[in-house]
């Protein structure tokens, strides 16, 4: 990466703080492939469509670029070099698609972009958006619901064998920065972090999957997780997401207690995934997003999106609320 991209990279947070109170992410990728007719009953979840039709990805992210999201995280969180092995396709070949994440959602960026210049939305105060290369946990390629348990029960140098060559793709093919998202413990956070400095002129942001208010999945403090990693200058921002929304509030009061980092928080709509058959119940609370985010700015969360089942018209609530 350049210098021209380090400071595109850090500064792509700091750049929009800097003139928004509040940042914008997306929402659920998977949730909106189904509804445009993917199949994601698989092993690769939504990187299947990276193989199948990658166009309704670029489609995807358009419609949240539309809402008003600031940011893309790419269709990377479950490509992995293991999972397309077990599909017959070899290394180099995985990380073309998983460098093709990041065209994807550029390109869908800056479709949107242009057709807003010379419009009557241009005139609305907006940020360029930014595109965020998603590096998911390694329960992710278990396709168990291990994300939301975090023991593995795998060594520090499995676990950086298996996050180190896809991170390198995504900062190779031009991610703005880097998304440590969903990551349930305490040790593979300590490997991403320990992992990004190979790679000096890059930063991540690290969202954690919740136990409760107070812990992550495996079980350690939430505010152990934030003092260990607030000090970390290649962290841009520290957070949660794919938990419940009842419980953002509380963890928010943690983070900015424990840490000087911004504080990013992108929650799930508050249904119940079932690992094994890979289905979700309960009832949604999604719709009250907008309404439950003056809450969670007043605790002090800075960048704000949504996770699993949220859909453009939520972030687009939240879009025209901050940007009003």
């Given at each position: 990466?350049?210098?021209?991209?380090?400071?595109?990279?850090?500064?792509?947070?700091?750049?929009?703080?800097?003139?928004?109170?509040?940042?914008?992410?997306?929402?659920?990728?998977?949730?909106?492939?189904?509804?445009?007719?993917?199949?994601?009953?698989?092993?690769?979840?939504s990187?299947?469509?990276?193989?199948?039709?990658p166009?309704?990805?670029?489609?995807?992210?358009?419609?949240?670029?539309?809402?008003?999201?600031?940011?893309?995280?790419?269709?990377?969180?479950?490509a992995?070099?293991?999972?397309?092995?077990?599909?017959?396709?070899?290394?180099?070949?995985?990380?073309?698609?998983?460098?093709k994440?990041?065209?994807?959602?550029?390109?869908?960026?800056d479709?949107?972009?242009?057709?807003?210049?010379?419009?009557?939305?241009?005139?609305?105060?907006?940020?360029?958006?930014?595109?965020?290369?998603?590096?998911?946990?390694?329960?992710?390629?278990?396709?168990?619901?291990?994300?939301?348990?975090?023991?593995?029960?795998?060594?520090?140098?499995?676990?950086?064998?298996?996050?180190?060559?896809?991170?390198?793709?995504?900062?190779?093919?031009?991610?703005?920065?880097?998304?440590?998202?969903?990551?349930?413990?305490?040790?593979?956070?300590?490997?991403?972090?320990?992992?990004?400095?190979?790679?000096?002129?890059?930063?991540?942001?690290?969202?954690?999957?919740?136990k409760?208010?107070?812990?992550?999945?495996?079980?350690?403090?939430?505010?152990?997780?934030?003092?260990?990693?607030?000090?970390?200058?290649?962290?841009?921002?520290?957070g949660?997401?794919?938990a419940?929304?009842?419980?953002?509030?509380?963890?928010?009061?943690?983070?900015?207690?424990?840490?000087?980092?911004?504080?990013?928080?992108?929650?799930?709509?508050?249904?119940?995934?079932?690992?094994?058959?890979?289905?979700?119940?309960?009832?949604?609370?999604?719709?009250?997003?907008?309404?439950?985010?003056?809450?969670?700015?007043?605790?002090?969360?800075?960048?704000?999106?949504?996770?699993?089942?949220?859909?453009?018209?939520?972030?687009?609530?939240?879009?025209?609320?901050?940007?009003?």
């Amino acid at each position: 990466m350049t210098q021209s991209q380090k400071s595109n990279s850090i500064d792509a947070i700091q750049r929009i703080l800097s003139k928004y109170p509040v940042m914008i992410l997306d929402g659920a990728l998977a949730t909106e492939l189904e509804q445009h007719g993917c199949d994601l009953d698989d092993p690769l979840w939504s990187a299947r469509v990276l193989l199948e039709n990658p166009d309704i990805i670029v489609n995807v992210h358009a419609d949240y670029f539309r809402a008003g999201a600031d940011c893309a995280i790419t269709s990377s969180y479950q490509a992995t070099i293991e999972g397309f092995r077990k599909r017959g396709i070899g290394e180099e070949a995985a990380l073309d698609l998983i460098r093709k994440t990041v065209k994807l959602a550029a390109k869908a960026r800056d479709d949107v972009w242009s057709e807003l210049q010379g419009s009557e939305a241009a005139a609305i105060r907006r940020p360029k958006p930014i595109v965020a290369g998603s590096v998911g946990p390694y329960g992710a390629y278990l396709a168990d619901g291990s994300e939301y348990v975090g023991h593995y029960d795998v060594s520090d140098e499995t676990l950086a064998a298996f996050h180190r060559p896809r991170m390198a793709a995504l900062i190779e093919a031009g991610a703005d920065i880097l998304a440590f998202e969903t990551i349930p413990s305490l040790q593979e956070a300590r490997v991403l972090v320990e992992l990004l400095k190979e790679f000096p002129e890059a930063y991540a942001w690290l969202s954690f999957s919740l136990k409760d208010g107070t812990s992550i999945s495996e079980g350690t403090p939430l505010e152990v997780c934030a003092q260990t990693f607030g000090s970390e200058p290649q962290i841009a921002a520290i957070g949660l997401n794919c938990a419940p929304m009842d419980v953002v509030t509380e963890a928010i009061g943690i983070l900015r207690q424990a840490s000087d980092k911004p504080v990013i928080v992108y929650p799930n709509s508050g249904e119940i995934y079932d690992a094994e058959t890979k289905t979700w119940s309960g009832q949604g609370s999604c719709g009250s997003m907008k309404d439950a985010s003056e809450q969670w700015v007043a605790a002090g969360a800075q960048i704000i999106g949504g996770c699993c089942r949220t859909t453009p018209h939520q972030i687009g609530e939240l879009a025209k609320k901050w940007r009003s």
